[in-house]
């Protein structure tokens, strides 16, 4: 067995005790020559209580290696933890920080313990520190915030205050001595990223100068945009659960809508020009695209996107009657100019031919003023 390895003063104390302990103990005020069952007896209670020092310096051997194993364990799920570890004071002193804090932050540990968390920070962020420890400190309220680290801050330059891009969430409760917090810290860089993206991706649907209309697999109305109720005349209450059906104008065939359906429910795109009915009654046209949205290889919605054109076709409707108003005008101007040809041609060439004969010198007088008369005529004719 293996012995602890003691002082010579402590271990020269323990022997005096041992000592003390032997003289006074009823084993030496005891006969055992007089007496070798009490002798036999102190022996088992020896032998016993030897093996039962030995099993429990066994047990503590075993637990001290549990322990050991444990406070490892704890340390690994510490230090390598998948999120941030701090222990802050109020005015932000960093006490203590675990290794992921570190790497998160890309500063080694030595230069964030000692420091203020506020120098990590960018300069507009600061106060929500203040704010997350006066909840803390103050109020003794759990607290959290959202900052932006600066780039390479370890190097605390004056005027260093380039924005490393990373955003981190911060959740901090009080000790329970009151005297400094505990915090978690959490990367959501991209969490950020992507909400940045839907805000600005939710503003382009909400300002499109199009319809936008988005529906569940069934075709219920989850959402429309404000051109939708300009147009249409509904608001996006009076529309919200309801089917698109209800613009209907009854003037569409019920093999438009089947093939739109049909179109639409196999994964692809559909396009074409519907006549609806607003609010009012009044009929319109739009160009419509609809598509399905997929997630893993479902149909979760459909979104359409949707152009007025009533006005285009109101044009296209003028354009087309002017047009055949026009021809019809040039069909009737054909026919008057050939009509006017035929009459004119007709008396001219009557002319024609009585002047000619006008020129032979051996008429009479007669007969040349039957031909002027006749010349007469055909010119009045005309």
């Known amino acids: 067995m293996k012995k602890a390895n003691l002082p010579a003063d402590d271990f020269s104390e323990l022997r005096s005790?041992?000592?003390e302990?032997?003289?006074?103990?009823?084993?030496?005020?005891?006969?055992?020559?007089?007496?070798?069952?009490?002798?036999?007896?102190?022996?088992?209670?020896?032998?016993?209580?030897?093996?039962?020092?030995?099993?429990?310096?066994?047990?503590?051997?075993?637990?001290?290696?549990?322990?050991e194993e444990s406070l490892q364990r704890y340390t690994e799920l510490y230090e390598f933890a998948p999120c941030g570890y701090l222990t802050l004071t109020h005015d932000s002193t960093i006490l203590q920080v675990n290794l992921t804090t570190a790497k998160m932050f890309g500063i080694q540990r030595s230069l964030l313990q000692g420091n203020r968390l506020k120098n990590f920070i960018t300069p507009e962020d600061c106060q929500k520190i203040n704010a997350m420890l006066l909840d803390v400190f103050s109020r003794k309220e759990p607290g959290y915030c959202e900052v932006r680290l600066l780039t390479n801050a370890g190097k605390h330059a004056p005027n260093q205050h380039a924005i490393s891009g990373l955003t981190m969430r911060i959740d901090a409760v009080i000790s329970n001595d009151s005297k400094e917090c505990r915090a978690v810290v959490v990367d959501i860089t991209k969490q950020v990223l992507?909400?940045?993206?839907?805000?600005?991706?939710?503003?382009?649907?909400?300002?499109?100068?199009?319809?936008?209309?988005?529906?569940?697999?069934?075709?219920?109305?989850?959402?429309?945009?404000?051109?939708?109720?300009?147009?249409?005349?509904?608001?996006?209450?009076e529309v919200r659960g309801q089917n698109p059906r209800i613009l209907q104008s009854g003037l569409m065939q019920r093999s438009f809508y089947e093939n739109l359906w049909?179109?639409?429910?196999?994964?692809?795109?559909?396009?074409?020009?519907?006549?609806?009915?607003?609010?009012?009654?009044?009929?319109?046209?739009?160009?419509?695209?609809?598509?399905?949205?997929?997630?893993?290889?479902?149909i979760t919605n459909f979104v359409a996107l949707k152009e007025d054109i009533t006005e285009q076709k109101n044009n296209l409707l003028a354009l087309t009657e002017a047009k055949v108003r026009a021809e019809?005008?040039?069909?009737?101007?054909?026919a008057f100019l050939a009509n006017i040809s035929h009459e004119i041609r007709t008396p001219m060439n009557g002319i024609l031919g009585l002047s000619e004969l006008l020129n032979d010198s051996k008429l009479s007088e007669e007969e040349q003023s039957e031909y002027i008369g006749l010349i007469k005529q055909s010119g009045e004719r005309m």
């Open 262 to 298: 049909q179109t639409i429910l196999s994964g692809n795109i559909w396009r074409g020009e519907i006549q609806n009915r607003k609010k009012n009654g009044d009929l319109y046209w739009e160009r419509i695209a609809i598509s399905g949205i997929v997630k893993g290889a479902v």
């Open 328 to 334: 019809e005008s040039d069909r009737l101007k054909s």
């Open 21 to 67: 302990f032997h003289q006074n103990s009823y084993i030496n005020t005891t006969d055992f020559s007089s007496s070798p069952g009490i002798m036999l007896q102190m022996i088992h209670e020896l032998s016993v209580h030897q093996i039962e020092l030995k099993m429990q310096q066994e047990q503590l051997i075993q637990s001290r290696t549990e322990l």
């Open 194 to 237: 992507a909400d940045n993206q839907l805000k600005t991706l939710s503003a382009a649907v909400h300002q499109s100068p199009s319809v936008v209309v988005i529906t569940d697999s069934s075709g219920d109305i989850q959402y429309v945009n404000p051109v939708f109720t300009k147009l249409t005349g509904y608001s996006i209450n």
């Open 17 to 19: 005790r041992a000592e």
